[in-house]
């Protein structure tokens, strides 16, 4: 089956470093995204990684081990309005292309 | 204009009423999603269309029923729904076609509450 694992919540400290872990379970892998949603809006888009490393975009950067079947998502210099959850999703061919998410990372930034 | 707009962000229903749920693209995309986000739960995918076809139907009961008239448009239209049914209904659309890794873009959502 397909399985998509992360923690249901943190809590960081403003200015600070936060990781996110995301482990999956699929067959025929073809990419994982990382989506942000604040209370009460849509989720939007931060990252797609298809390939092994590192993909940085500022503050937030995203990180894929096809082989462990794991990702993380990054965020440094932490802001009061990184309060938010975030979305592990995975493209496989077993789902058609289609993404199978995780339940999503709340996460708490304090002063 | 916003990318992805839902009508209405709100709405009350009880199990005996009809109402519908819209969603528009103003991204240029072929390709529209349905969504189910309940309480920390993960997203549920309901309904797929490309290029106005549906291509997935992702084993929803039959008091759900989509349509889309057009690559910018799609419903949902709801009736007889149950109390469980209560929870987040997001759209999303993509590029659609053959392109088989797309990123979706997500409108905000309608509320749902059915007493």
């Known amino acids: 089956g397909q399985n998509i694992d992360q923690p249901t919540e943190m809590t960081a400290t403003e200015g600070a470093i936060v990781q996110i872990n995301c482990t999956y379970q699929?067959?025929?892998?073809?990419?994982l995204f990382w989506y942000q949603q604040h209370a009460g809006e849509a989720p939007t888009f931060l990252s797609y990684n298809v390939l092994d490393g590192l993909e940085e975009k500022g503050r937030f950067s995203s990180f894929l081990s096809r082989s462990k079947g794991y990702s993380y998502l990054l965020l440094k210099e932490l802001q009061m309005k990184d309060s938010a959850s975030y979305l592990c999703a995975v493209s496989a061919t077993d789902s058609n292309y289609q993404l199978i998410w995780g339940a999503g990372t709340k996460l708490i930034i304090k002063p | 204009e916003t990318g992805v707009t839902q009508t209405p962000r709100h709405l009350v229903m009880g199990m005996t009423n009809k109402k519908s749920l819209k969603c528009e693209q103003h991204?240029?995309?072929?390709?529209m999603y349905w969504y189910k986000q309940s309480a920390k739960k993960p997203l549920e995918l309901m309904f797929v269309y490309n290029f106005k076809e549906q291509t997935e139907n992702n084993s929803v009961p039959s008091r759900f029923s989509p349509e889309c008239p057009n690559s910018s448009h799609l419903f949902l239209h709801l009736h007889t729904l149950q109390p469980e049914d209560s929870a987040l209904y997001l759209c999303?659309?993509?590029?659609?076609?053959?392109?088989?890794?797309?990123?979706?873009?997500f409108g905000p959502g309608t509320r749902l509450l059915v007493l």
């Open positions: 999303a659309s993509s590029h659609g076609g053959d392109n088989e890794q797309e990123t979706q873009y």
């Open positions: 991204l240029g995309h072929n390709a």
């Open positions: 699929t067959s025929g892998f073809n990419g």
